[in-house]
């Protein structure tokens, strides 16, 4: 990795911290003090062999972040494996891969969560299905839907690759916060740790 890409990740990721510790509290309420980190962090030397995240934020979750301003598709992708793979390494519940979307203004949509597991399940009536990754982007980025943020869900299936989920971060705060409130079955939960086998 070239020092420019390591500046530009190791930005994305204090912006992260920041991001998260604003907006984690308020929809966590009672459950904050038991699920966030006591000092919300990057995680140093991270890319080890049994790398667990690159954040110390939740207790129970695997956060990949990727500032990737030239492939955000890729991005969303990569991060939701990757953090699906660290959540196997740490034994945690949840995995979320954090992409910040470029050039993206303050009161637009800057983060996009990406996993394999959704926190919660979901009507398949509250969830947009994209066979093309730019369309499930441009729908979960479009704040003009008429459908807030926290509602607002897309999975991106393809033949021959991963289900990908994918939504602003608000949505997967929300689902998260809910998941602790309405636990995800135990087989559903032994599913997360089985080995991700990666699509080429």
């Known amino acids: 990795m070239t020092n420019a890409a390591k500046d530009k990740g190791d930005r994305g990721e204090r912006e992260a911290v920041e991001m998260l510790a604003e907006l984690l509290p308020p929809a966590l309420g009672d459950l904050a003090e038991q699920l966030i980190e006591k000092k919300p962090q990057r995680k140093l030397g991270a890319g080890r062999k049994e ?3 690159d954040l110390w934020m939740l207790r129970d979750v695997a956060i990949q972040v990727k500032n990737w301003p030239a492939d955000l598709y890729g991005a969303i ?3 939701a494996i990757g953090a699906q793979i660290q959540a196997g390494h740490g034994l945690l519940d ?3 891969g954090l992409s910040l979307v470029p050039r993206a203004r303050a009161d637009n949509v800057r983060w996009l969560a990406s996993c394999i597991f959704w926190p919660v399940e979901l009507d398949e009536d509250a969830v947009a299905v994209f066979a093309n ?7 979960v980025k479009n704040d003009k839907l008429g459908v807030p943020r926290r509602r607002r869900v897309a999975r991106i299936e393809r033949a021959g690759k991963e ?3 994918v939504a602003p971060i608000e949505a997967w705060i929300e689902a998260y916060a809910e998941s602790h409130r309405r636990p995800a079955p135990l087989q559903e939960l032994e599913s997360r740790f089985a080995p991700v086998a ?3």
């Open 51 to 53: 790398d667990t995240g």
């Open 77 to 79: 992708r990569s991060a």
């Open 94 to 96: 949840h995995a979320v």
């Open 133 to 139: 990754p730019a369309s499930a982007v441009g729908h």
């Open 163 to 165: 289900v990908i989920w």
């Open 198 to 200: 990666v699509a080429s």
